[in-house]
Nanobody, 124 residues
Framework: QVQLAESGGGLVQPGGSLRLSCVASPRTVTTYRMGWFRRAPGKDREFVSSFSWYGDRTDYTRSVEGRFTIFRGNGKNSVHLQMNRLKPEDTAVYYC?????????????????WGQGIQVTVSS
């Protein structure tokens, strides 16, 4: 019933930028919080960033704070993740996720729906 469409990934050189987008459908889906997780090669899934419509709260993992910015799209069902000054260690499959009932922003268990993942590769 719920589908998350991710876009904006690709290959970029270190120091470059990419913008990831995520749109949840149908538009009537409850999106208390939308966020991004990533899984790098040989590493566990980790929280990257999230946006909550409960107080317009934004959160970032320490390694991306100051470089990444999350912001809402045209509606409550979409978010964008602007990634600047990308580093090779940012290389991962990035997953959009939606939390419909709140919860801890950095915990994967708080999210109800997940996208298929989109590849981000930072390499020279």
């Amino acid at each position: 019933q719920v589908q998350l469409a991710e876009s904006g990934g690709g290959l970029v050189q270190p120091g470059g930028s990419l913008r990831l987008s995520c749109v949840a459908s149908p538009r009537t889906v409850t999106t208390y919080r939308m966020g991004w997780f990533r899984r790098a090669p040989g590493k566990d899934r980790e929280f990257v960033s999230s946006f909550s419509w409960y107080g317009d709260r934004t959160d970032y993992t320490r390694s991306v704070e100051g470089r990444f910015t999350i912001f809402r799209g045209n509606g409550k069902n979409s978010v964008h993740l602007q990634m600047n000054r990308l580093k090779p260690e940012d290389t991962a499959v990035y997953y959009c996720a939606v939390a419909s009932l709140g919860g801890t922003y950095y915990a994967a268990a708080s999210y109800d729906y997940w996208g298929q993942g989109i590849q981000v590769t930072v390499s020279s």
